[in-house]
């Protein structure tokens, strides 16, 4: 989830232990540009309502500032036990103030002058009921409630359902029938297969937490050997990569922790004994997802990552050889986008990797609408530049893949929604958007779109038929305001739904 990411859940707006030194100045903007610029993308007012600034985000990031309005806001922003003590002892919350009372003023003015009364109303669209190419097919199986952190299609025609209640990994038949159920503690949501052993990221706590309850978990699939923890006493883990960094022959490993105020990126050098050392690269919270890749063909692994939970973006580590490492921001986005999802994907045909991105995490206080969230298309000009090409707003979107689904040719998407408008248009929680060949997408979603509250999604050519199927995993979590739906959700027990694309018949 933001998720999360699950993309995980991301607290927007937080100034996380800025601590500049610019000197006094009265003007509110400048300071904002000082104090909040030394940590994150500056957030424009506008991005939320007043009422929004007033009662959620300047009291909270006046905390991150060293100053404390309220001695229960302290209580709110730490959890209790282990966690806690890991953020106090980084010191993310300063003991003492780190402007003047008079400059906190300057801030907040600045805001809640520039705010607007009521957030900027997302566009109109227009998301018609039915998908004439997908077949809608409803697993058997059930949970309840439903808590699904992963879903994968696997080669072998099986699927791969993580669910944090029941701190499970399920393994699906081709008919979407159990087969066998593992028990993994909470939240199993990345599995990579190897030929000896799946590994089995697991988050330790769905709930946002700085405890280092998640671990990498070996499930062996040869005889006698049972299941060891790889690496453990990891920050709400919610990604993991693979791949000989460092050039020893030995598979190092990436780690996504993103924790809740105290999480990082980190590679894993592989010391050939069965250990592993750990190496930071990017010491703050909200890391999302990674992929390992040569980006600038120097015949060394580099690594490109998302982050939400502040000082969000996408930023690239260069591989320099000898386990370093160079840091570069490819994209920065302002803290409240809710960074969810993103995705390599070469869209113009030109040999380099785009990007596709979702923001849309919104569940950090009372949820407003974003006329800024959505799915977002990125184009490489080459040389890791990128620039934005195409823009979908779509409430609370959660993850969004490129395909060409219907075999035209031309790529299409499919994306979620975790967080839609479902006072409005509930149809926003699945849309496939389906392209005429010019770029212009038609949106269209399944019959029912409330069937469950979709968090994952995989793409993959499930039944081998030649083209691509879809499968969505649901997590019962609170609308505001109630509309029953959840009740919907728990009693249904649907965990996934696969959609199987009918294009090639």
Request: aromatic content about 12%; charged content about 25%.
């Amino acid at each position: 989830m933001k998720r999360y990411i699950l993309t995980g859940i991301t607290f927007s707006f937080i100034v996380l232990g800025c601590n500049s030194n610019e000197g006094s100045t009265d003007n509110g903007k400048q300071l904002a540009d000082a104090y909040c610029g030394s940590c994150h993308v500056v957030p424009s007012p506008d991005l939320l309502d007043k009422y929004s600034w007033q009662t959620y985000m300047l009291p909270r990031m006046g905390v991150f500032l060293g100053i404390v309005e309220h001695d229960s806001l302290i209580d709110v922003l730490l959890e209790d036990g282990p966690g806690r003590d890991i953020v106090k002892q980084t010191g993310v919350f300063p003991e003492k103030p780190v402007l003047s009372n008079e400059e906190w003023e300057a801030i907040k003015q600045y805001y809640l002058a520039n705010a607007p009364e009521k957030s900027i109303a997302p566009p109109a669209k227009t998301i018609s009921r039915g998908l004439k190419q997908f077949e809608v097919v409803i697993p058997s199986y059930k949970l309840s409630p439903p808590s699904v952190t992963y879903v994968k299609f696997n080669t072998d025609n099986t699927i791969y359902i993580g669910d944090a209640n029941s701190q499970s990994l399920n393994v699906l038949s081709n008919d979407l029938k159990l087969i066998q159920a593992a028990k993994v503690k909470e939240g199993a949501v990345w599995a990579e297969e190897f030929p000896e052993e799946l590994l089995l990221t697991v988050m330790g706590s769905f709930s946002p937490t700085d405890m280092n309850s998640g671990f990498i978990l070996s499930l062996p699939k040869v005889p006698n050997r049972q299941p060891f923890k790889v690496i453990d006493s990891l920050q709400r883990p919610v990604h993991s990569a693979y791949a000989d960094l460092d050039g020893d022959k030995q598979m190092d490993i990436v780690t996504c922790e993103f924790a809740k105020w105290t999480g990082k990126l980190a590679w894993w050098h592989n010391n050939g004994d069965g250990s592993f050392t750990k190496n930071i690269l990017r010491n703050k919270p909200g890391a999302i997802k990674a992929y390992i890749k040569d980006l600038n063909d120097d015949n060394k692994q580099d690594i490109i990552a998302l982050f939400g939970q502040g000082d969000e973006g996408i930023y690239i580590y260069y591989n320099e050889g000898n386990g370093k490492f160079r840091e570069e921001a490819a994209l920065r986005f302002p803290p409240s986008n809710g960074s969810s999802f993103f995705k390599l994907y070469d869209f113009n045909g030109d040999g380099y990797d785009d990007i596709i991105y979702t923001a849309g995490d919104n569940a950090d206080f009372k949820p407003i609408l974003k006329h800024y969230h959505g799915i977002y298309v990125y184009l490489n000009d080459g040389q890791n530049h990128f620039k934005q090409s195409f823009f979908y707003h779509l409430n609370g979107a959660y993850a969004a893949i490129p395909a060409d689904y219907d075999k035209d040719g031309d790529i299409d998407i499919a994306a979620i929604s975790f967080f839609p408008d479902y006072a409005h248009q509930p149809e926003e929680s699945f849309v496939y958007l389906q392209n005429d060949g010019k770029n212009n997408f038609t949106a269209s979603t399944i019959d029912d779109p409330t069937l469950g509250r979709w968090i994952v999604m995989d793409v993959a050519d499930y039944d081998k038929d030649g083209d691509e199927d879809i499968i969505l995993g649901s997590l019962a979590f609170e609308v505001i305001p109630d509309n029953g739906l959840v009740n919907k959700w728990v009693n249904g027990g649907i965990p996934c739904i696969v959609l199987k694309n009918t294009a090639k018949k």
